[in-house]
């Protein structure tokens, strides 16, 4: 590899090497260059005719996104409500519509201030329970994963936010390694069923956080079961677009108060809140 790389020239020699897999290549070459200097934006349009050194990692991150290795893996960053969180093979890539089920929890607690415990069944990166406990000073949290690999990732985001006096973290299934009384569930849970093909860059993805049984809703059957026999006051979760009918089935002659669906940016069906 020539040694002596300008600035301008990787970022055009990156795109090159993109181009042919991704669509964005130009911008993904900037993120890429921005994080392995450790740089901001404007450094990089302002230093133009700087040289970078030590570019092996680098052009080795550019083969992995060629291969469709997520982004957010490689620069072990994502963003999630406009907050930077720490990711890695193990957990889940939050998903913008994710925020919608922040939205709803919130819309269904008026009280900021509320004295609670919250319970999240599949804490992935931790996005989830950390954003609401920024929102919510006053409650707790007890986040469940059966993937001891997400919830270390959670740990690293809990403890870069100060949450750990807040959110406890067990590792588990379901509701299994919870005894305490629990006001509000929420969880984005594996809803896609086993026989469906899958884009190849979601095959770097923890697939037990992907696909949740042969018709894909299985394990939202199991939560449901959980907060009807716990008599958990609300339950507000993720599903995919095609569950609706299903869970109002599901719930058809269940002692239910009320059942909202919420959609998302696309006007899909993405998620309800139940309240007992």
Not at 3 to 24: A, C, H, M, Q, W
Not at 115 to 133: K, N, R
Not at 138 to 163: C, H
Request: aromatic residues 10%; glycine residues 4%; negative net charge.
């Amino acid at each position: 590899m020539p040694s002596g790389y300008l600035v301008k020239d990787i970022l055009k020699d990156i795109t090159d090497r993109l181009n042919p897999f991704i669509e964005r290549a130009s911008r993904e070459a900037q993120l890429l260059l921005m994080h392995h200097l450790g740089v901001d934006e404007l450094w990089l349009l302002t230093n133009q005719n700087s040289h970078v050194a030590d570019a092996d990692k680098l052009f080795k991150w550019v083969e992995q996104r060629a291969k469709n290795e997520p982004l957010e893996y490689i620069t072990n960053r994502v963003s999630f409500y406009s907050e930077e969180f720490y990711i890695a093979k193990g957990a889940l890539i939050p998903r913008p519509e994710t925020e919608l089920l922040i939205d709803e929890v919130i819309k269904n607690v008026s009280d900021k201030n509320a004295d609670i415990t919250f319970a999240e069944v599949g804490v992935g990166s931790g996005i989830i329970s950390i954003m609401l406990a920024k929102y919510f000073l006053n409650a707790k949290f007890i986040a469940v994963d059966i993937s001891e690999a997400a919830i270390e990732i959670a740990k690293k985001n809990i403890e870069k936010f100060g949450l750990e006096s807040r959110i406890e973290l067990r590792h588990g299934s379901l509701l299994e390694p919870i005894d305490e009384h629990i006001d509000y569930l929420v969880s984005n849970p594996p809803y896609i069923a086993n026989d469906v093909e899958l884009e190849s860059n979601l095959s770097y993805e923890p697939q037990n956080a992907l696909f949740g049984g042969e018709a894909g809703d299985e394990i939202i059957r199991e939560l449901l079961d959980e907060v009807l026999s716990k008599e958990i006051n609300f339950f507000t979760c993720e599903i995919g677009y095609d569950q609706k009918d299903k869970i109002q089935s599901y719930l058809k002659n269940k002692s239910v108060s009320k059942l909202e669906f919420y959609k998302d940016y696309s006007d899909f069906d993405r998620g309800f809140t139940l309240r007992l």
